[in-house]
Structure formats: structure tokens, C-alpha cells
């Protein structure tokens, strides 16, 4: 197959193929052409393009976009984009060689996911209960905590999928696959009250002309149900009303404390991998902090060397036979040098 002569025609066609064969959601095709269009941009200014990049360019690219302070994980987001699209041009015959195949990135931050207190999430969901759209504010953020959708998979549901007081809530998710996620009692009880709300206005709408929406969370925008931004700043103005920091809480941050609390009071780590739709398990470990202190509350409970003989007091800690010599205070070492250097 002939390659493209223009590096934006090569984006296109990439584009369209992860669209039609590996069924990439619409969030993730936009970040790949804004990484590509970028990297495109890169070359163009080198004298080069994808057809011709070396893995020297490639590199090139990479060590300037250090130089620019782009963090870690948009870097490595960034040679991931690089990487899909020279497989695909050797795979389609557009290249000889793949100058990204033994690239090695920057890796991404091993952050630990924001979380709340169980108490702070009541208190959320006690806020969205008070608000002006009661009954589907209150519906978005039960369905939330109970099941830890992503944003997207959230605002777009069917209303098909709510009908009939359902148990489990039948999603597609990234790359178009589906998974059941259990509901709770809670949130089942939210969402029946909310279907009650939004099917009379429904009625309504169409008595007045209207065209009934397909969507659980309808909206008279051009997607045609309540969009991710208009969702985020819900949660925001709840996070006020509750009297929490609005920089602590938002849609993701939900969806991690739903694992964590899951993790916390004992769910199978491969369970919640399910639940939350990851495609590898090494997704979901970076919940197991959670993990290692539970199990470390446990030795600390339960096991017999950890506790005093004859009483259920811990075990104090063996002083040190030896302590080594408290340093006397004075400048810290290397004080006034630059610590990048």
C-alpha cells in the first residue's frame, strides 16, 4: 500500500483504523491527533516527517519535550502515540522499518489516586440530595460511588440499560467492551426515583413536540445527554455544598474512591479490575496500597507475636541497643547548592 504524502493524511488514516478496528472511544482518538498533529509539527521544523523519522529524531523529539517541562506522563502518553502509528505504518507497508519499536519511554508517575473518608462522601451524597436537581443529581452520584463508571460511560448511559429496577447495569466501556456492574440498594432506590422525574418531563417534552431522548441523563445539547465538562462542574458545586475543598473531588475522583473503599473492606482486587473495566490487572494494582495496610492492621490484630503475652495490648517496639548518636543541629549538607546539579 502506498504511504501518504502528507504527515496529516497519515493521522487521519491511523485515526479511522483504531476507530473501525480496535474500536478506540472518540476521548481517545482526539488525544492521539493532538499528540500526533504535535509530534508532526516537531519534524516538519527537522526537516523530516513520519515517513522518513528516524529513531535518532524520534529520541530527538522526546529529549525536547524534556527540555520543554512536559510532564512524564504526557511524554510517555506522547511516545505511545508515536509508537501505535509507526506499527501501523509498517504493518500497512508505509515503512520498512518501525523506528519506534525498542524505544523505551519516561514511564509514568506511580501516583497514588485522590480518595475521600467514607464520612466525606456522605456528606456529598447528603449535598446532591439538597440541591436544586435533586433526584438526578442524586442518581449521578450514587450510580458513581456504586459502581465507579467512568465519566463517559456515566452521562451517556441508555435509559434502556435503568428500566425494570435492574440489579446489575450493563455498560460498554473503552474499546467497546461490556461489562455488568452491580448496583446497591441505595443507588437502585436513586435511580428508580430519578426515572420517575425524567420520564414525566419526558411526557411533557412530547406533548409539547418533542423527540424522546434515548438517554438516562438527557440533555438538549448536540450529543444529546449531559456532557462530561457540565458533569465535572456538577460535582464541583456539590463539593462546595458539602463543605469540601472542590479541588479534592471530581468524577475520577469518585471513580477511585469506589475501588478503595472496596479494597478496604475486603473485594477481590480482580473483582474491582472487572468492575472498573480495566483491560489489565496492572491497571487496578495501584489501589493495593490500601491492600498492604489492611493486611498490616491485621499482623498487628491478629497475629501473636504482635501483641504482649497475657494481654491484648501491641506489642511495644524493642528499643534499639545501640542508638546511633543524635546529629547536633547546624547547616543541612550541601545547604546553598543547587540539587538538580
Known sequence: MTA?????????????????????????????????????????????????ATRDQIEGYL?????????????????SAIRQLTRFAFEEGWRDDDPAIRLTGPGKDRRLPKTLSEEEVERLLAAARDGRDAPRDTCLMELLYATGLRVTELVSLPVAAARGDPRMLHVRG?????????????????????????????ETARRAGGAPSRFLFPSGGASGHLTRHRFHGLVKEIAIRAGLSPARVSPHTLRHVFATHLLAHGADLRAIQTMLGHADVSTTEIYTHVLDERLGDLVAAHHPLAR????????????????????????????GRDPGR
Open 4 to 52: 501518504p504524502s502528507r504527515d496529516s493524511d497519515w493521522i487521519a488514516t491511523f485515526l479511522e483504523a483504531q476507530a473501525a478496528e480496535a474500536g478506540a472511544a472518540r476521548n481517545t482518538l482526539l488525544a492521539y491527533g493532538r499528540d500526533l498533529r504535535a509530534v508532526a509539527e516537531w519534524l516538519a521544523r527537522h526537516g523530516s516527517g513520519f515517513g522518513a
Open 63 to 79: 529529549v525536547a519535550c524534556e527540555a520543554e517541562g512536559l510532564a512524564r506522563s504526557t511524554r510517555a502518553r506522547r511516545l
Open 174 to 202: 473503552k474499546g467497546g467492551r461490556e461489562r455488568l456492574v452491580p448496583l446497591s440498594s441505595p443507588a437502585r432506590s436513586a435511580l428508580a426515583d430519578w426515572l420517575a422525574v425524567r420520564d414525566a418531563r419526558e
Open 308 to 335: 504482649d503475652p497475657g494481654t491484648d495490648r501491641p506489642r511495644a517496639p524493642a528499643p534499639d541497643p545501640d542508638p546511633a548518636p543524635r546529629p547536633r543541629p547546624g547547616p543541612a549538607r550541601g545547604a
